[in-house]
């Protein structure tokens, strides 16, 4: 069981005392998901793969400080477990630093508060929760002459997260779950106008001190709320549906569940080592086979799409003995021959993989495209000037014999000039072939152009994006040079 249940044999202080950190950290790794279920998610081996890395992260950031934490653990998606509950301090805004924080102090007061609260956080950083606590009633509600500074939002979510409290803050002295709903509550209160971001986390946490608590009703009403100020808040969905099926709605949640799942495909895995949703394990895996279809219907359409794409420039004659050879298309088939493996998996993390394999395929031969584009284009100019300047030799040519008057001398010339002409004319055609093939690659190119970079627009791949960067910079290159040539000639 990695997440708290309600009413399980353990209350929430009792299940924070009765592990340890290094537990904790092995069970994420080793709770055990049905057969069944199981397999249809994904292999055992890949699952727990994921979720070593999942504890990994975990204990290198909590262990070795927090401003290590990854940026995988800051999103609050599948990778976040509430007994790691020090990660909330390292979110965005609440990590402000002392310095600038005193810039957007107003007023002496101001910045006495936030020294305090400075404090507050090296002492929680440090494990010293009760004179974390001492610091941050400075920080709110003053001492001595010094009156507080109650309006700000950092104080009250970091008093929160210490009554929170963690499988390292676990003391009935410290944990205080009413606490903890009353400080988080106020977190959003006073941050809902600054960072709406900020109000959601807020609310999260509140539901889940309200769910430890047993109070299902609040408990939905707080974590729907964070929705209501941070609709990409993932955990929120996922929390929102846990509630859902301890009070027996399990209709309900199962819509939530599947937004969390089609957000991050590690919530399948979450989901079922928690005993929230076990209860309905058959809900859950009617619901994780269903977005496994639909995952794997998607997967096919798009490979027979690509398919069809490639199909239509590769039946161009010539193609592979004029252009493939110069371009990496050798590997855009492989990614699709992963595809095809990858589906014959037919597990949710395969059919999802497969996207991910298809889009990069994609976006590899789009990037080859544009490449043949790019290099095709001039190609076709130099190949039109090549043939105008052929044909501008043979007209002068048949303008000058149409000039000579003696007919002997006249025939001798054309027969000297016979095998040149044939040359020519052999060399016209060779262009004009060279050519008309070079036309037929740009038309499907440009076609297919129109439409995918339509598609693609703002969801480059990197390799894409830096490949446009370059020519850009080619360009303005050579424009450059072009226009300090006019400035000599004076002609600028």
């Not at 592990?19 to 790794?29: A, G, L, M, P, Y």
């Not at 190949?383 to 043979?394: A, F, T």
């Not at 000579?404 to 040149?420: E, P, T, Y």
Request: proline residues 1%; contains cysteine; glycine residues 4%.
């Amino acid at each position: 069981m990695s997440n708290y249940v309600y009413k399980s044999t353990l209350s929430y202080h009792d299940y924070l005392q009765a592990k340890s950190f290094e537990d904790s950290i092995s069970e994420i790794i080793t709770h055990d998901i049905s057969g069944q279920t199981q397999e249809l998610i994904s292999s055992n081996n890949e699952i727990h793969q994921e979720q070593r890395q999942i504890s990994n992260d975990l204990k290198n950031s909590i262990s070795e400080g927090l401003e290590s934490i990854s940026f995988e653990l800051q999103e609050l998606n599948a990778a976040f477990r509430w007994g790691f509950s020090e990660i909330l301090l390292t979110l965005r805004d609440i990590n402000t630093s002392l310095s600038e924080l005193i810039k957007i102090a107003k007023t002496p007061v101001q910045t006495w508060a936030y020294e305090q609260f400075e404090i507050a956080r090296d002492a929680y950083r440090k494990g010293l929760y009760a004179e974390a606590l001492e610091y941050l009633e400075h920080s709110i509600n003053g001492h001595g002459s010094n009156v507080g500074y109650k309006l700000e939002f950092r104080f009250h979510y970091l008093k929160g997260l210490i009554h929170l409290g963690s499988y390292r803050n676990s003391s009935s002295s410290i944990v205080n779950l009413n606490k903890s709903v009353e400080s988080f509550l106020n977190a959003a209160r006073y941050s809902k106008s600054k960072d709406t971001s900020v109000a959601g986390w807020s609310y999260l946490a509140a539901g889940w001190a309200a769910y430890c608590q047993g109070k299902m009703e609040k408990a939905l009403e707080y974590t729907n709320q964070a929705l209501d100020y941070d609709n990409d808040l993932i955990e929120a969905y996922f929390q929102s549906a846990k509630i859902l099926m301890h009070i027996g709605q399990p209709r309900l949640a199962i819509s939530k569940l599947k937004y969390a799942i089609g957000k991050d495909r590690r919530y399948a895995a979450k989901a079922m080592a928690d005993d929230d949703f076990r209860k309905y394990e058959s809900d859950v895996r009617d619901l994780i086979y269903s977005v496994r279809q639909i995952k794997c219907e998607i997967a096919i359409d798009k490979l027979s799409e690509v398919k069809q794409i490639l199909s239509k420039l590769f039946n161009v004659p010539d193609f592979t003995r004029n252009l493939n050879d110069n371009y990496n298309f050798d590997e855009v088939g492989r990614k699709l021959e992963e595809v095809e493996k990858l589906l014959e998996k037919n597990t949710l993390y395969s059919c999802i993989d497969a996207q991910t394999c298809i889009k990069k395929a994609r976006d590899k031969f789009t990037l080859n495209v544009i490449r043949i584009k790019d290099d095709l284009d001039p190609e076709v100019s130099s190949i039109e000037k090549e043939i105008d300047l052929i044909k501008k030799q043979m007209k002068k040519t048949s303008l000058e014999n149409n000039g000579v008057r003696n007919k002997i001398f006249l025939a001798w010339k054309r027969k000297s000039q016979k095998g040149k002409i044939k040359a020519k004319q052999e060399k016209l055609s060779e262009l004009y072939r060279e050519m008309d093939f070079r036309k037929v690659i740009l038309s499907r190119i440009n076609d297919f152009l129109d439409c995918e970079l339509a598609t693609l627009h703002g969801t480059e791949s990197e390799e894409l994006l830096e490949y446009k960067i370059k020519k850009m910079e080619e360009l303005h290159s050579v424009a450059v040079k072009e226009t300090i040539e006019l400035r000599k000639k004076g002609m600028l």
